[in-house]
């Protein structure tokens, strides 16, 4: 496989840890078998066992309170949008 399908099957289950409540808990519960059963290789296991547990609290909270704000913002429109909107 190759190193960004990699990365980003990593970064998946990392962002899972922060934002997943029953996720997070059970990783907590049982890391090994969490992140194996996440379909993560020997190596990114061993590399997604990085997070400690008391870092864990503020990077949840930190991606909890990101997620709230991106929510209560308007829609941005694409640049094609804005542009076509001047010139009719």
């Known amino acids: 496989m190759s190193?960004?399908?990699e990365g980003a099957r990593l970064e998946a289950v990392l962002a899972?840890?922060?934002?997943e409540p029953e996720f997070r808990a059970r990783f907590l519960a049982a890391?090994?078998?969490t992140l194996a059963a996440s379909?993560?290789?020997p190596e990114e296991c061993?590399?997604?066992?990085g997070?400690?547990?008391v870092g864990l609290a503020p990077r949840r909270d930190s991606f909890a309170i990101k997620?709230?704000?991106k929510a209560q913002r308007p829609a941005r429109r694409g640049w094609i949008a804005r542009l076509l909107r001047r010139a009719g």
């Open 16 to 19: 899972r840890l922060y934002v």
């Open 67 to 69: 997620r709230a704000e």
């Open 3 to 5: 190193a960004p399908a």
């Open 51 to 53: 997070p400690d547990r």
């Open 39 to 41: 379909g993560l290789t």
């Open 46 to 49: 061993t590399r997604a066992r």
């Open 31 to 33: 890391p090994e078998a």
